[in-house]
């Protein structure tokens, strides 16, 4: 969305503060660094929850809890880590768009002012129009056959696609998308096995699977599936 409204977090230096006070200093300066190296990007916040991207080697997700101070980022590490820090250093030093004022914006908007701006938005970004989609079957399968690593100009990054998609499958989970969806990333990892990103999906989504009932033949399945991975199920 192009028109947001900017806030300052200047009112928010207690919190970061806090925040600050669970980094060492080497993990610190390592932030600072990849800040300066402008390596933290698509940053937005909505109501209380910030969410960004860290580049490098691989695209880490990174999330800020304001309100309860929980911080998350999908790399490896097991402690607050560099790529948290330069966030934190980024919210420090930078305004970011609140997308909570514009979907609220949305509210007071008539039929017609609704629409155009929907249109404005597709025009700018028409890759976009697949969040409008009322999909089925055939048309999940589709986005899944389309998946891939980001071209240049493509404004929805690799992991916001996963995560539609992984989505739209797990709200009424049938096995077939299941096992469509986890072959396409089995066979985007065979293109890139050193990509941490891609091995983090492949993770969080056999972790996402594991809480849905499935039979004994399709869990053995599932396995077949990874079997010549380093994967668990």
């Known amino acids: 969305m192009r028109h947001t409204t900017m806030i300052n977090l200047n009112n928010m230096k207690t919190e970061l503060i806090k925040l600050e006070k ?83 914006k949305f509210n007071s908007m008539t039929k017609p002012q609704l629409v155009s701006a929907i249109s404005t938005i597709l025009e700018k970004n028409p890759e976009m129009s697949i969040y409008l989609q009322n999909l089925d079957d055939h048309a999940v399968k589709d986005l899944i056959k389309k998946l891939w690593f980001p071209r240049s100009g493509d404004s929805i990054s690799l992991f916001n696609k996963v995560d539609y998609i992984k989505n739209l499958i797990l709200k009424k989970p049938r096995f077939e998308l299941i096992a469509i969806f986890l072959r396409k990333l089995i066979d985007m990892f065979d293109h890139d096995p050193d990509s941490n990103e891609i091995m983090d999906y492949i993770d969080e989504f056999l972790y996402d699977i594991n809480k849905i009932k499935l039979t004994k033949e399709q869990k053995k399945d599932m396995r077949k599936i990874i079997k010549d991975y380093p994967f668990d199920f």
Not at 53 to 69: D, F, H, V
């Open 22 to 104: 669970e980094f060492d200093s080497t993990i610190w300066q390592r932030g600072r660094e990849y800040y300066h190296e402008g390596l933290v990007g698509n940053v937005v916040k909505f109501k209380n929850v910030i969410k960004a991207e860290s580049y490098g080697n691989s695209t880490y997700r990174l999330e800020i809890n304001l309100k309860s101070g929980d911080m998350k980022c999908s790399c490896p590490c097991d402690f607050s880590c560099k790529h948290l820090a330069a966030l934190i250093i980024f919210l420090k030093n930078n305004k970011i768009p609140d997308f909570s004022e514009q979907v609220n």
